[in-house]
């Protein structure tokens, strides 16, 4: 179950809370000759004869592929964690290979790195508490061992009398709401994980498979909305009894934004002693709530509740990692870019689906990625006096965490995007089989499905495509903006975010079609100045992939560009409006922050993803946004997903 939850709450993690400003702070490493001794690469010499000999050919060196796989994927580089050691090195490795490649440094003067500043995480202040005074006298309760905050909790204080108010779920659409008898205005509320007869696969929730309505945080966002002033979280006994009760950890799937009060998720036994006081048991009352689907709402005065929350946001400096090829004749007025997250998991169980701690090396997520860019910006450095038009190459930095280095990249481009003609996303191109790759994005422009066709006559690859532009990697960010892209990857599978994710079951031979099929892509562009032109692909009202809130699947359609980089805490900033969509018809445009839809308060994409699975299709809704300072109220009439 466990991991099931993970997988969903990993599944979304895009397009719900990829809004705060994450950093880190980059060590450039000193010595290039160290480095290659230390992850096992040749020495610069070795290195820079085999780079010559690379130039003479264009077909990808499968031993030079696996080379910087291994290296990526070592045990020494820890995971390549955002923020963390091994990340920088990382960083610093993809730097040496553009060097020695012949790549222009363009991160900043003289440099491949792009630094910006991020919150890469949270940890624990020093004055989280937790005290309930019974009848027979105060219990304090210990941080880390009988409950812990929430990623997304506000910071501060909260006291008063309990109100257990169910699973904390108010649904319209399956008529249940846990808020319905009684309101928790200025009160704690307790509720339980998940939702109402899990197990039965006749729910109405939707038999046994886990809705929206599970997620912690929109159970924070709920009771919020319903006027408490804290929410405790607490195990659903009944569902899982042969789980342990432990805490889920403080690095939460759920996102690091403000809810907006203080929550927190204790241990059964700290909720089962605060029901007691009121002579209740936990159990018998999910009982009747799952039996009988009837919200169960109870008061326990007698159990005064005191509890802190402090919570330290971990910012640092981070970089992406950028270098530029330029033609040898002639200053190009156009470029393309070619991307690849370089960052993993790094040792945390965060994010992990083992379930365990250990370093997660993403030989697949993303080495393979970094590493068929890599031998692209060597065979390509090797023709540049055929160049028309230049290629910036970048090794993003926190994909894994929101896609925070395109983003970051976007709102400062190396080439302004009105030159950028494409975009080419490698992630996760390492495990191919039966000659089978994705592609998305292959309607952003009307030349792309043509030119993939051609690049594809030759090698004969089963190409599975679809047009839209939107999805959980950073071609994201650059379609939301108006520039075409690619996408190329070649499938999820049993290794995805696990601690066996190696080098040793990776496909070269795979790789190479990609770095094949890419470069013919590629060629096609940057030896002429074929128009690009953007298309916003029809497919856009589909949504991007697990972004319910934002118009995927069913139900209402509003028609948002969320922009990942906005600021925390302050509303939902939106990049773009869809053409021809509710919110364009409405007036909203980029730059605007929503802070109200439906007479919910929105402090982020997470709220108002759960806002508009409320809403029906036609529904006409209340939107206030703040442009230039100012609030401005819009009305809209919300659309079908799915309908053009």
Known sequence: MKNRLRAAAHRDRFFAHKLAAFSFALVVMSSIFWLAQAYGCDTPTARSERVSRKQSHSRPDTSEILSDIKSLASDKLEGRGTGQRGGELAASFIADEFKKTGLRPAGGPKSYFQFFDATVGVHMGKDNSLKVAFPQGESTYVADRDFIPFSFS??????????????????????????????????????MRHEPQEQDEKSVFAGKELTHYSDLRYKATNAREHGASAIIITADPLNHPDEEDELLPLQSL?????????????????????????????????????????????????????????????????????????????????????????????????????????????????????????????????????????????????????????????????????????????????????HKLYAAGTGSSPILKGLLARANEKLNLQIASTESGFGGSDHFTFYAHNVPVLFFFTGAHEDYHKVTDDWGKINVDGIASVVRLSAHVLSEIVFSETPVPFTRAAADTAGPPGGEGYGAGRGAYFGIVPDFGGEPDKGAKISGVSEGSPAEEAGLKAGDVIVQFAGKTITGLYDLSFALKEEKPGDEVEVIVVRDGARITFKARLGKRGAK
């Open 154 to 191: 506000s910071v501060g204080i909260a006291s008063g009398p309990v109100t257990l108010a169910g699973y904390g779920i108010s649904s319209e659409h399956y008529g249940y709401d846990d808020y319905s008898k009684e309101s928790p205005q200025g009160k704690i509320v307790l509720v």
């Open 254 to 434: 759920e996102g690091l934004g403000d809810c907006g009060i203080p929550a927190i998720q204790v241990k059964e036994r700290v909720a089962e002693a605060i029901l007691r006081a009121g002579d209740f048991n936990l159990e018998d009352l999910q009982r009747r709530i799952d039996s009988l689907l009837v919200p169960v709402t109870i008061q326990v005065p007698s159990a005064d509740v005191s509890l802190r929350v402090d919570l330290v946001k971990e910012k640092k400096k981070v970089a992406n990692v950028v270098g530029v090829i330029e033609p040898s004749r002639g200053n190009p007025t156009e470029y393309v870019v070619v991307g690849a997250h370089y960052d993993h998991l790094g040792t945390s169980s965060q994010f992990s689906l083992s379930g365990t701690k250990g370093v997660h090396n993403g030989a697949d997520d993303n080495a393979s990625g970094v590493a068929a860019m890599l031998e692209l910006a060597r065979i390509f450095s090797a023709k540049r006096d055929s160049l028309k038009r230049g290629i910036v190459f970048v090794g993003f930095v926190g994909e894994e965490i929101g896609v925070l280095g395109s983003t970051f990249y976007a709102s400062n481009p190396v080439v302004p995007l009105d030159k950028t003609a494409l975009m080419l996303n490698l992630d996760m191109v390492g495990r191919m089989r039966d």
